[in-house]
């Protein structure tokens, strides 16, 4: 009995790997909202992020807030590598990030330990 105990589990550890890493996953996405000629969108930082792709109006000055809601040490660094951006986003408090938006284009983001991204999508 135990062996098909341990064998069921490690079938199911199997599933459970080949879905994260092979799995289609869903990408949550958000258009920036445009108020008195500028946009911002509000991004949490929680176990990665939320949204991870953000769709911003190009000529139109940007700023994503991020707030970091989770402890973890490689969360505590947004690094926009295309733009030059390498932003401290301290636990509980919202962080703004200025994006130039003067070209269209695709700019991608990611955590300090590159195991988190997102992705800037300028129109």
């Known amino acids: ?14 599933a459970f790997i ?3 890493f092979f799995g289609k996953h869903t990408v949550q996405t958000k258009m920036a909202k ?3 000629n500028k946009q911002s969108v509000d991004i ?8 991870e792709k953000v769709i911003l109006k190009r000529g139109i000055p940007a700023t994503l807030n991020f707030k970091r809601l ?16 390498n932003q401290k986003l301290p636990e509980g408090k919202v ?11 695709e700019y991608n983001w990611q955590c300090s330990m590159n ?9």
């Open 70 to 85: 989770d402890s973890a040490s490689c969360l505590d660094h947004v690094i926009f590598s295309d733009l030059g951006i």
């Open 115 to 123: 195991m988190f991204h997102g992705k800037v999508i300028v129109k």
């Open 18 to 20: 080949a879905w994260w």
């Open 34 to 36: 445009v108020s008195k």
């Open 44 to 51: 949490a930082v929680k176990g990665g992020y939320s949204p």
């Open 1 to 14: 009995m135990a062996k098909i105990i341990i064998l069921i589990t490690g079938l199911a550890g199997i």
């Open 95 to 105: 962080e703004s990030v200025k994006i130039d938006t003067t070209k269209a284009g």
